[in-house]
């Protein structure tokens, strides 16, 4: 049994909880700590889990048919071409990256920083995970050059490093890896000989359509297994639903095997209304693609307002491209901060909370150093705290002039430029 102590609440789970108790409290609390969609459940859906009210069966592991089918079109839309038998769905991608954790042998390289599961996860499947530092064009993917010397040096010490995870965009980055980088590390993985877990979560929110992405899985297909799901880019969160796509040959059978062992022995199957839904949202009909354009069009104009907040503070910070987070550098401001105190990223995110009720994701959750003043701002809290704030946010031609949108951006700006001054 491990000690009692090696068992913690995720960070960010445990910072959602710290906020629901301040705002109980009565305080007004700014919650950029949280990397959840604040928007409502689309209406079809929801329409959609009511019909799978029916589908009360436990049924297939892997998933029923329809959503599997359905799945492997959106992935074969994709530019990945996708049979049935290749998807498994799950509760959620998080379970999935974890069976895969279990199933994959060898231990785990991440970029750093990097989503704050992955590590975790590792640790639970036994595994050591080696963060290897970001390029300075973008996150959610190990510089190539790096990764080859941590490789190399981990081999050399007996380590066993032999899956690499990708984010696609990114978390905590709110970037999108450029093809010429995705091709890069493709190549680094088929010379190393390493698996890629492309985690494509955010696929469907980058900012500007005209942006290219290019997944590992058509670079070098028989070696990398996709998971995605309807948390992020549809707002379903807490429905739960995830998809994992695996390569067509055998190897790709035999993980998907593992992870199908897995999953009947944790969870089974994926809730049958949920497969009702799934198998709607990946068949992706015109009023889920409007959804889809929308939502990322929203995302991506209010991290670039939360952005520009960050670097007229006198931030560094990468501009985000696809996801709904920014990832800013106080660093420019050491010496200032020093003078309050904050020399880190534990203290900035303290400071933060304490002193103008923001709290933000500091960046040693996410595997980055503890000394850097670096830490995580989802912007997709800041559409309105009601749905039906949220739905106008949603259809806004400027949902920066909405007040209840203006009203939170221009309390973080007071924020970052008392912070800064
Ligand atoms: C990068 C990344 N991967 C995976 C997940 C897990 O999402 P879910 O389990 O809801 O599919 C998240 C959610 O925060 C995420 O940010």
């Not at 066993?160 to 010429?180: C, E, H």
């Not at 009023?287 to 104009?301: C, P, V, Y």
Request: net charge negative.
């Amino acid at each position: 049994m491990p000690e009692a102590s090696v068992w913690r609440t995720s960070p960010n789970l445990a910072l959602n909880q710290l906020v629901a108790e301040r705002r109980a409290a009565g305080d007004d609390v700014v919650h950029l700590g949280f990397g959840e969609s604040r928007l409502p459940a689309f209406a079809p859906l929801a329409e959609r889990l009511a019909r799978g009210a029916g589908r009360n069966a436990y049924g297939p592991v892997a998933g029923g048919d329809d959503v599997r089918r359905a799945a492997a079109g959106y992935f074969s839309r994709r530019n990945m071409p996708t049979e049935a038998d290749q998807i498994v769905v799950g509760p959620g991608s998080k379970p999935l990256l974890m069976a895969l954790q279990h199933v994959l042998p060898g231990d785990v390289l991440l970029p750093r920083p990097a989503w704050n599961s992955y590590a975790p996860q590792a640790r639970l499947a036994g595994k050591k995970a080696y963060g290897v530092p970001i390029p300075a064009v973008c996150g959610g993917i190990p510089d190539p050059a790096a990764v080859r010397d941590v490789v190399r040096d981990a081999r050399a010490a007996g380590g066993d490093p032999r899956i690499v995870v990708l984010t696609l965009p990114d978390n905590p980055t709110g970037t999108l890896a450029p093809p010429a980088l995705v091709r890069e590390i493709c190549a680094v993985a088929e010379e190393l000989d390493l698996v890629i877990v492309s985690d494509e979560i955010y696929r469907d929110i980058v900012h500007d359509p005209a942006t290219p992405f290019l997944s590992p899985a058509e670079v070098v297909p028989h070696r990398t297994v996709v998971t995605n799901g309807l948390s992020k880019t549809l707002a379903l969160g807490g429905w739960r639903v995830g998809v994992c796509r695996f390569p067509g040959n055998s190897w790709g059978r035999e993980v998907r095997d593992g992870v199908i062992s897995v999953a009947s022995e944790v969870w089974s199957t994926l809730a049958g209304p949920m497969q009702e839904v799934a198998a709607h949202a990946f068949s992706e009909p015109p009023e889920i693609r409007q959804r889809l354009a929308a939502s990322a069009r929203l995302h991506g104009i209010v991290a670039r307002a939360v952005h520009r907040i960050m670097v007229d503070a006198g931030a560094i910070c990468r501009p985000p491209t696809g996801g709904f987070y920014v990832y800013p550098d106080f660093e420019p401001l050491r010496a200032h901060l020093a003078s309050r105190a904050v020399t880190g990223s534990g203290s900035l995110q303290r400071h933060l909370f304490d002193t103008y009720g923001v709290m933000v994701l500091a960046g040693h959750h996410l595997g980055d150093d503890e000394d850097a003043l670096r830490f995580k701002a989802a912007t997709s809290m800041l559409y309105g705290d009601t749905a039906e704030q949220q739905e106008q946010s949603l259809a806004a031609d400027d949902p920066l002039a909405l007040p209840h949108v203006a009203h939170v951006l221009a309390r973080v700006e007071e924020t970052f430029t008392e912070l800064c001054r």
